[in-house]
């Protein structure tokens, strides 16, 4: 069944009731167990009866029927269903399920009765299903749109809108290969126009922490709509237009963007419009019908060589070719149940040659057990299909085939896209320059992308986060000025700001290309001394603040956010690790959908366990935004590798703290409040990882080497002021009074959790 939507007029929904209304009460006075107990243009009352039970069920409709029609059933009148489909059709799926049930007739219906699916009543009642019409928003009009809806299949479609027959042709092939699920199409047949819907599954893509770095909802699908301008012309009319949101049954049509929704919708804005342009009804209906013949004739060719091997085989059984080619034809190329009847053929023939016909009296079809019926899982949406693999994200780009044509090609498409958008620039789709490989998508440091960053609004919404994450972005300053105050700048404030200057925006005010690390502390400075409006005011307050000081402030504090692609969140303090002694506890997510499913995977073949990973607050500006890499051997290396390449754990908290101190030239602490992390240089950092135990991880001692970057996951962080340090003991990750507390602060976190 194919879900689509036709708007009529506002003065055509009284007359649409009582003909719907009409249709159902004649039908029900002809039946003999169906009666109408009450109706009206209010309510109506069903009654179904059987020699076992009367089943009553009462549907109250609106005003704007057939939105907000509400569905009960006596069983339970608790239970609710609000529906936006036609009485007929409400109608038509609890006759036919109540039949199906009672084994009763099915009573000619009026209307196209063999479209309508089977459904259990009750989950009729209760069911919410994602492809409904509460996931509808109201038209780009204004709340005076004076349209309505209703669902048609799409022949009737075809007739009454004049639907081009390859839109019909591409639904049906999407359904096919992607499920039922997956598309919607809801058609505007007064204005000619219809919006195709493509719902994705991110349930088997993403964890919960990472849905939430990417500001998604896992509860829900991601919904693509193209919204095609013109159902007769289709391919060959206006160029269809883009958008990229969620809903949800409960949001009552509202459309609710998302973090990702924007870079999707550019992707899949230049994708549509850059195949639009070479594609026609005929050009893609030539296609399609070639590539029907061709898998039909290789589909023939493929039944008959494997038919002549079967034939082969049943002949060295000792059976004759003629019985074997009879045998397979009856039950459709099974070789096992063909062999069956020849044998239970065999064994009647002999039977019946002694008399002993009683015995084996069976038919030969009576032998033959049914093909079982295999029914398709519900879901969300299209599957994104996620590997292991170490393939380049360049190959996500690539154009699907067009062979089950335009909507399959979109769909795919954008499958393929959602995985690594973490990898691409949110702004000019390219690779990432650094190639971080970390979480979370950002803008990259190109310079057409930073000054449209900066200049024109593009994330803009970072503002948000400043009010919102005031500790998260205590932390993110205090690495950068951390980074910015050390000898080693140079190194490690990597990547360098790019700040365009406001008072000439064709110009960067902070270049990579031409560093000054002067610059950046005395605009950082300025950040610093801010700090405390980010927890009493909103982020407009704090922007005109940092503006009356430094005009480069805010935009340097809004790169700094924008630009750190690791997920970082304040943990609860009853999610805490109690024993880590401090406040500042954050759960720290860096790892991308792939290398997540890659360790995921090391992790069920050779288990996993926790080691702390110690460096200076400078470092972590650079890590933030690279990852946790192995320095061995790098520009980067500080410690020597006399234990091996790697990445450098230990079980100890005290081995990992003895990594933290800075070493860079001796440093004065910033003035501040006790609590305030931004303008603190000395801070020290153990991130608490997750690390593979595979036969290549070295172990001398407390000290751990991991040369395998992928085995290692960041999990926790945690922040020291270096004056407290003497209240943190030595730990270890390995006793079970410590896994039990990692056990409590992760019960929760789906990132842990064996897939």
């Not at 809806?149 to 390859?166: G, K, N, P, R």
């Not at 709509?225 to 013109?230: M, P, V, W």
């Not at 999707?264 to 019908?289: A, G, H, R």
Request: aromatic fraction near 8%; proline fraction near 3%; charged fraction near 25%.
């Amino acid at each position: 069944l194919h879900s689509i939507r036709i708007e009529v007029a506002m003065s055509d929904r009284q007359s649409r009731f009582q003909r719907d209304l009409s249709a159902v009460v004649t039908l029900c006075s002809a039946s003999d167990f169906i009666e109408v107990a009450d109706s009206s243009d209010e309510v109506l009352v069903l009654m179904f009866k059987s020699a076992q039970e009367v089943s009553e069920y009462t549907l109250n409709f609106s005003a704007d029927y057939p939105d907000g029609t509400v569905v009960c059933s006596s069983k339970d009148a608790t239970l609710l269903k609000t529906t936006s489909e036609p009485l007929t059709t409400i109608f038509t799926k609890i006759c036919n399920e109540w039949c199906s049930k009672h084994e009763v007739s099915m009573p000619d219906l009026p209307w196209e009765s063999n479209l309508v699916q089977s459904m259990d009543v009750e989950a009729y009642v209760t069911q919410v299903s994602v492809a409904s019409s509460e996931f509808t928003e109201a038209s780009d009009g204004d709340d005076g749109d004076d349209y309505d809806e209703y669902d048609y299949d799409i022949q009737d479609m075809t007739e009454e809108a004049a639907l081009h027959s390859l839109l019909e042709t591409e639904v049906a092939a999407v359904q096919k290969a992607f499920g039922d699920n997956a598309i919607e199409c809801r058609i505007h047949a007064g204005i000619d126009e219809m919006d195709v819907f493509f719902y994705i599954d991110l349930n088997n893509f993403l964890d919960n922490h990472t849905a939430t770095a990417w500001g998604v909802k896992l509860s829900e699908p991601l919904v693509i709509l193209l919204h095609i301008r013109s159902v007769c012309k289709y391919l060959d009319g206006l160029e269809p237009q883009v958008d990229v949101f969620q809903a949800s049954p409960s949001s009552k049509g509202e459309r609710r963007k998302v973090g990702l929704g924007s870079q999707m919708k550019k992707i899949m804005q230049t994708f549509v419009s850059q195949q639009w342009k070479s594609l026609s009804n005929v050009t893609v209906e030539k296609m399609l019908s070639s590539n029907a013949q061709a898998v039909a004739e290789n589909q023939q060719q493929k039944k008959q060589v494997s038919q002549d091997q079967m034939i082969a085989q049943m002949m060295e059984m000792g059976f004759s070719a003629e019985d074997s080619l009879d045998a397979l034809k009856s039950t459709s190329n099974d070789l096992e149940q063909a062999c069956m009847m020849l044998t239970q053929r065999i064994c009647n023939t002999a039977a019946t040659a002694v008399g002993d016909t009683a015995t084996h009296s069976s038919s030969v079809e009576s032998s033959v057990d049914p093909i079982p019926i295999v029914r398709r899982q519900e879901s969300m949406g299209a599957q994104i299909e996620l590997t292991d693999k170490d393939e380049d994200p360049q190959v996500d780009k690539e154009v699907p085939a067009l062979n089950k044509g335009f909507l399959a090609q979109c769909l795919q498409y954008a499958l393929n896209r959602i995985h690594s958008l973490n990898e691409f620039c949110v702004i000019c789709d390219e690779k990432h320059v650094l190639e971080t490989g970390l979480i979370k998508p950002c803008v990259c440091t190109r310079e057409l992308c930073v000054f449209a960053f900066q200049t024109l609004g593009v994330m803009a919404d970072a503002a948000e986060a400043i009010a919102t994450d005031a500790d998260v972005v205590d932390l993110l300053i205090a690495m950068a000025n951390a980074a910015a105050h050390s000898s080693r700048a140079n190194l490690i404030l990597d990547p360098y700001p790019s700040v365009v200057d406001p008072v000439n925006p064709s110009q960067f005010a902070m270049d990579p290309k031409k560093k000054d690390f002067e610059h950046v502390k005395t605009v950082m400075a300025e950040v610093v001394a801010s700090r405390d409006n980010l927890l009493r005011g909103r982020a407009s307050n704090l922007k005109q603040d940092l503006d009356e000081h430094n005009k480069l402030a805010f935009p340097l504090m809004q790169w700094i956010i924008a630009t750190c692609r690791a997920h970082i969140v304040l943990l609860p303090e009853d999610r805490q690790i109690k024993s880590m002694k401090t406040k500042y506890q954050f759960l720290l997510i860096s790892s991308p959908p792939g290398k997540e499913v890659g360790f995921q995977q090391a992790k069920a073949k050779n288990g996993s366990t926790f080691a702390f990973h110690g460096s200076n607050i400078e470092n972590w500006h650079s890590i933030m935004r690279k990852g946790l890499i192995n320095a061995s051997g790098t520009k980067y290396q500080l410690h020597g590798a006399a234990y091996g390449s790697g990445i450098y754990l230990s079980p100890s908290s005290g081995v990992s703290f003895g990594y933290t101190s800075h070493y860079g030239s001796s440093r004065t602490q910033s003035a501040g409040k006790k609590d305030n992390l931004a303008g603190k240089l000395n801070l020290k950092c153990l991130a608490l990882c997750e690390v593979v135990t595979s036969k290549g991880l070295k172990k001398s001692g407390d000290i751990w080497v991991c040369p395998n970057s992928d085995h290692v996951c960041t999990r926790f962080f945690f922040v020291y002021d270096e004056n407290v340090m003497s209240l943190q003991q030595n730990l270890d990750s390995r006793t079970a009074d410590f896994q039990k507390e990692i056990s409590h602060a992760v019960a929760h976190i789906s990132a842990f959790k064996k897939r």
